[in-house]
């Protein structure tokens, strides 16, 4: 069994095929494909979306369609290289490799690389100077930072000489510094324009960076000064994938700046958010939905009815609470642990396991509750905003947690039994609901897998 749910692989050149594009965001791709086109000057747009709402999965159908079209692209995964603090050569770089898949010149690209050294080491030289003067007094010990404290006058006045010393350079070496980067700009826009020199029509570099939302925020704003600073040319277009929100929280937290999203739009052009592509939503989480449980690998033959069941359940909740993509496949590996124990019970429950999962999954002090049997109908009711008189799935899921958290020595256990058909956990029903919380937080599942 699956316990967490495979990402889809989308090929470099794949695009948006039948099998991949649940969501029918091909026509969209083509459109934003068709921007990028037709823009001359430099852009960078902001690809904007919640977590979870499917905006890599989208960014990478995308960019096989570039590629399939000709466009020269690179994917950058910025939480995945935010372990580096040298952002510049770490984008530099990217664009090399890149070259070395073309027909260009050895000359073109050796200047680039020529170029693309000074820059780096200006872009570091300061950070350098003064982390190596400042920085070690981190590695003094007591006795040695105690005598320090003693003279901290003395240490201000040299940090200040230090910082004084660094800003006279960089004054006097201004002109140096933007002749270099004035140079680098105009041989990365040579460079580029000799990517698609024999394709019919020039196309841009489209450089993609993803998760720009999930990495160290002072290295997002690096990202976005370089951008700005060093990459702005003509033939490249930067799609920065990122959520606006958190983005402007990294802002908050290197700036403090009282008002980030004013601060952030002076780095993009254009936003797309890809809550604006109309699609057939609820249709589509229905696919994606059966798409994640059926490809979990369960045992059809134990596990059938339940999976056909839970694919309804987590559709009518879906709708509900709005769950997103991520929310989703959470959702799933929790339902997968809940299966992969002897104990036969969690199976016998769909509504009980799944709607367990969506509120692990969503509220934590919900489900605290569940877990310290505190846990009251009308929690369930007020969660999956259940009228308990519609007749909907929604309602059967509302009766069942009822039947068990109300569950007494005065209940017929006859007539128990005959509803859910077998005789439950320990004999005692308002057991269940803790226990399954117990198999999902792994608190019985070492002692019950096979």
């Known amino acids: 069994m699956v316990f967490f749910p495979r990402q889809i692989e989308i090929g470099e050149n794949e695009g948006f095929t039948p099998e991949n594009d649940i969501f029918e965001y091909e026509p969209y791709g083509r459109r934003m494909m068709k921007l990028m086109e037709l823009v001359e000057d430099p852009l960078v747009v902001a690809f904007e979306g919640p977590w979870g709402s499917g905006k890599s999965t989208f960014i990478k159908q995308w960019r096989g369609m570039l590629n399939s079209n000709g466009f020269p692209t690179i994917y950058y995964d910025a939480f995945e290289n935010d372990y580096t603090q040298d952002v510049f050569s770490s984008l530099a770089g990217e664009v090399y490799s890149l070259a070395g898949e073309y027909d260009i010149s050895k000359n073109i690209v050796n200047r680039f690389s020529r170029c693309a050294l000074p820059v780096a080491k ?77 394709a019919d029509t020039k196309k841009p570099l489209i450089f993609i960076i993803d998760e720009l939302d999930r990495c160290r925020p002072d290295f997002a704003l690096s990202i976005l000064e370089n951008i700005k600073h060093l990459f702005s040319v003509r033939g490249v ?128 002090n919900l489900y605290n509750k569940a877990v310290q049997k505190t846990l009251l109908p009308d929690d369930i009711g007020t969660f999956l905003s259940v009228n308990k008189y519609n007749g909907h799935l929604l309602n059967d899921i509302f009766i069942q947690f009822k039947d068990f958290i109300e569950y007494s020595p005065q209940t017929d256990m006859n007539a128990f039994v005959e509803k859910y058909g077998y005789r439950t956990y320990g004999g005692d029903p308002k057991e269940v609901i803790p226990f399954i919380c117990n198999v999902m937080d792994l608190y019985d599942f070492i002692e019950t897998v096979d």
């Open 122 to 198: 200006k872009m570091m030289w300061t950070t350098l100077k003064v982390a190596a003067k400042i920085g070690t007094l981190n590695a003094l010990n007591d006795s040695e930072f105690k005598m320090l404290k003693d003279c901290k006058e003395d240490i201000a006045n040299g940090v200040s000489d230090i910082v004084d010393s660094i800003i006279k350079e960089r004054i006097e070496n201004n002109k140096k510094e933007k002749a270099l980067i004035d140079k680098f700009k105009c041989i990365l826009q040579e460079l580029i324009e000799n990517m698609t020199k024999d």
């Open 237 to 364: 277009h930067f799609v920065l994938v990122t959520n606006i929100e958190q983005l402007s929280e990294s802002i908050k937290v290197v700036y403090g700046t009282k008002y980030p999203e004013v601060y952030l739009h002076k780095f993009y052009n254009l936003c797309i958010n890809i809550y604006s592509f109309k699609t057939s939503t609820n249709n589509a989480y229905f696919k994606y939905i059966e798409r994640i449980l059926l490809n979990m690998n369960y045992d059809a033959r134990k596990y059938d009815n339940f999976i056909i069941e839970s694919v309804d359940i987590l559709k009518s909740i879906a709708i509900v609470k709005k769950l997103s993509l991520r929310a989703i496949e959470k959702i799933d590996t929790y339902i997968s642990i809940c299966l992969s124990t002897r104990h036969s019970i969690c199976p016998k429950y769909p509504h009980l396991v799944c709607t367990l999962a969506v509120i692990k999954t969503l509220d934590v």
